[in-house]
């Protein structure tokens, strides 16, 4: 006698095993269709998180490069290239109180649906 022979009695599903199978299936696909928007949420705050990194970057290089103390008083522009972004940037004394160094500070702001987000960088200028 075939073992195999004894389990397969017929050729064919029976109707619990394709409503089972249809309940699987069903399972999958609802939590597919409810992942994937939560996904494309996050993809788009972290791509502006990054966008808001690298005008920061761009702003502090810049700054850095001039190799001068700035103002203490804020400047601002608003970049084109995140929504609803503005950049500020302003200069501190430095933390230790060497008079010769200045704190650099730059920040951006933007408006992420229903939150305001930030990100905030900062580097040491020796003239």
Same mark, same amino acid.
């Given at each position: 006698m075939? +073992?195999l022979?004894?389990? @397969?009695?017929?050729?064919?599903? $029976?109707?619990?095993?394709?409503v089972?199978? *249809?309940?699987? +299936?069903?399972?999958? @696909? #609802? @939590?597919?269709?409810?992942?994937?928007?939560?996904?494309? !949420?996050?993809?788009?705050? #972290?791509? =502006?998180? $990054?966008? *808001?990194?690298?005008? *920061? %970057?761009? !702003?502090?290089?810049? +700054? &850095?490069? %001039? =190799?001068?103390?700035?103002? &203490?008083?804020?400047?601002?522009? =608003?970049?084109?290239?995140?929504e609803?972004?503005?950049?500020?940037?302003?200069?501190? #004394?430095?933390?230790?109180? =060497?008079?010769?160094?200045? +704190?650099?500070? @730059? !920040?951006?702001?933007? !408006?992420?649906? &229903?939150? &305001?987000?930030?990100?905030?960088? %900062? $580097?040491?200028?020796a003239?």
């Amino acid at each position: 006698m075939d +073992l195999l022979g004894v389990f @397969v009695k017929s050729k064919g599903f $029976s109707i619990i095993e394709i409503v089972i199978a *249809a309940s699987i +299936l069903l399972i999958i @696909v #609802a @939590v597919t269709f409810t992942i994937v928007p939560n996904i494309y !949420k996050l993809n788009i705050k #972290a791509w =502006n998180m $990054s966008r *808001a990194t690298y005008l *920061a %970057q761009e !702003k502090l290089d810049e +700054l &850095t490069e %001039q =190799n001068i103390f700035i103002d &203490t008083i804020p400047h601002t522009d =608003n970049p084109d290239r995140l929504e609803d972004c503005v950049r500020s940037w302003w200069g501190e #004394a430095d933390p230790y109180g =060497n008079s010769e160094i200045q +704190l650099i500070k @730059v !920040k951006i702001r933007w !408006k992420d649906r &229903t939150a &305001t987000r930030s990100v905030e960088m %900062q $580097s040491l200028v020796a003239p």
